[in-house]
């Protein structure tokens, strides 16, 4: 086991299912853990079970809803003014949503709001603390959905074609291009001390399909006997956040702690560039550009 001892780690969604799990292996490494979390009852609940689990105090909570860039720009100013440097980001927090469509108090699609833009923001606010980090790490959840993607750069918050599975394999397919092209900026910019790498858990048994109701809450309850224990889910999570065999990789897309090809017609420089370029302009913001 990785001691993590003297290490800051942040990890979103952090009160259920793979979230939950990631922050608590962390946490028993040593990892001084920040939760950031929606739900204040939640998040203490979880502060309190890791910390008897973990042995140690050092838990603490950062309330945030990604899909409010308000409330992330608060957190992040927040946690500069805790820490100085931060070791692991894990963008672990992503939703489907349900069949109708949703906004944002800023004006986006909710999946592209929470899954997306939160993310790529908290990413944005976070460089500093860590750059300051010896040896940083971003790790972005992503999931094979992406294969399901169907984006259209014209349409980025499907107002004229909305369907929540497809937004769902549009945001992971975004979060592996974020990760890519972040691992390319890091590069151009001779930034070696931060990697970045994006994950895909596997089908995990855990409450995810619930906030989607319908009949995809429904399939996902059916599905439940078929699907990995959200332990198993996490272990990829891990991985990257803490093994020292992957310190050094950077842009790369991992399932059962192993690299996978990215097959996807859209997942191309040019892409990945508007993409990015798109993403600053909709939270406001310059990130290594």
Not at 54 to 82: K, P, Y
Not at 119 to 131: I, K, M, S, V
Not at 219 to 247: C, D, H, M, N
Not at 269 to 276: F, G
């Amino acid at each position: 086991m990785p001691d993590l001892q003297n290490q800051v780690v942040l990890v979103t969604g952090a009160t259920s299912g793979i979230g939950k799990v990631t922050a608590t292996e962390l946490a028993k490494m040593g990892a001084h853990v920040v939760l950031l979390a929606r739900n204040a009852e939640k998040a203490e609940a979880t502060q309190r079970e890791i910390r008897a689990t973990a042995g140690h105090d050092r838990v603490e909570i950062l309330l945030a809803d990604l899909a409010d860039l308000s409330q992330v720009r608060r957190a992040a100013a927040e946690f500069a003014t805790r820490h100085a440097r931060l070791d692991v980001l894990v963008n672990n927090a992503g939703l489907i949503f349900g069949s109708e469509r949703q906004m944002s108090v800023d004006g986006n699609e909710m999946g592209v709001a929470t899954n997306h833009l939160g993310p790529f923001l908290l990413t944005a606010l976070l460089f500093e603390q860590l750059r300051a980090s010896p040896a940083a790490r971003i790790v972005n959840l992503a999931s094979a959905a992406y294969l399901f993607a169907r984006p259209r750069l014209a349409d980025f918050q499907s107002k004229r074609d909305y369907s929540a599975m497809r937004v769902y394999g549009n945001t992971k397919l975004y979060n592996i291009m974020f990760t890519q092209e972040l691992a390319r900026r890091l590069r151009a910019q001779g930034i070696a001390n931060v990697t970045t790498n994006a994950v895909h858990p596997g089908a995990v048994a855990s409450n995810f399909g619930a906030s989607a109701g319908g009949w995809l809450s429904k399939l996902t309850q059916l599905a439940r006997p078929f699907l990995i224990s959200v332990e198993k889910g996490a272990e990829t999570s891990i991985f990257l956040a803490s093994a020292p065999e992957v310190a050094s990789t950077s842009g790369g897309y991992f399932a059962k702690k192993k690299p996978e090809p990215v097959q996807h017609d859209f997942n191309t420089l040019p892409h990945a560039r508007e993409l990015w370029e798109m993403s600053e302009q909709l939270t406001a913001t310059r990130f290594l550009s």
